[in-house]
């Protein structure tokens, strides 16, 4: 529990970053997305949910600032 919550504390920008994406890749699919298939990132939930976490979890690290060196 220890490591866990460590983990969580040091990656707390990319976890609410991927957590935002999320939310947002879905509500692409709900409101935008076409449902034919014809297209990939439009006919399946879970690969925009997937893209959109992948997407926030990047952007969240590159807006992070860096550790201070010890």
């Not at 893209?51 to 979890?57: E, H, N, Q, V």
């Amino acid at each position: 529990m220890k490591n866990l919550n460590r983990f969580i504390k040091e990656n707390k920008a990319s976890l609410i970053g991927m957590l935002i994406g999320l939310v947002l890749g879905y509500l692409y699919w709900d409101h935008i997305a076409c449902y034919s298939g014809t297209f990939l990132l439009g006919s399946e939930c879970w690969v925009n949910c997937a893209l959109g976490a992948l997407t926030g979890g990047l952007m969240a690290c590159l807006l992070k600032e860096p550790h201070p060196e010890k």
